[in-house]
Nanobody, 114 residues
Framework: VQLQASGGGLVQTGGSLRLSCAASGSTFAINAMNWYCQTPGKQRELVASITSARTTTYADSVKGRFTISRERGKSSVDLQMNNLKTEDTAVYYC?????????WGQGTLVTVSS
């Protein structure tokens, strides 16, 4: 499985960005698709997750501001990020897990300026 993420960039506090991730390859095996973020010196943290049944989970820090979504029949996942804060600045990674294997996209940088 290959994951291709896009949509990062620079935005001011309070602004919005939409991240997208497209999967290719053995996508029939994908259940949950996830977004993680990472800042220098820290481990990757789960931001949001969505299963094939469209069940979603969010980190407490983004609840009410971020929305993860998937279109039925498509192996892609989006992350709508609203009311962005400077602490959201990070590299965001698309992820999926199949059996014991983790697959990661290349990461897309989100920078929120004050």
């Amino acid at each position: 499985v290959q994951l291709q993420a896009s949509g990062g960039g620079l935005v001011q506090t309070g602004g919005s960005l939409r991240l997208s991730c497209a999967a290719s390859g053995s996508t029939f095996a994908i259940n949950a698709m996830n977004w993680y973020c990472q800042t220098p010196g820290k481990q990757r943290e789960l931001v949001a997750s969505i299963t094939s049944a469209r069940t979603t989970t969010y980190a407490d820090s983004v609840k009410g501001r971020f929305t993860i979504s998937r279109e039925r029949g498509k192996s892609s996942v989006d992350l709508q990020m609203n009311n962005l804060k400077t602490e959201d600045t990070a590299v965001y990674y698309c992820n999926t897990r199949i059996e014991r294997w983790n697959y990661w996209g290349q990461g897309t940088l989100v920078t929120v300026s004050s």
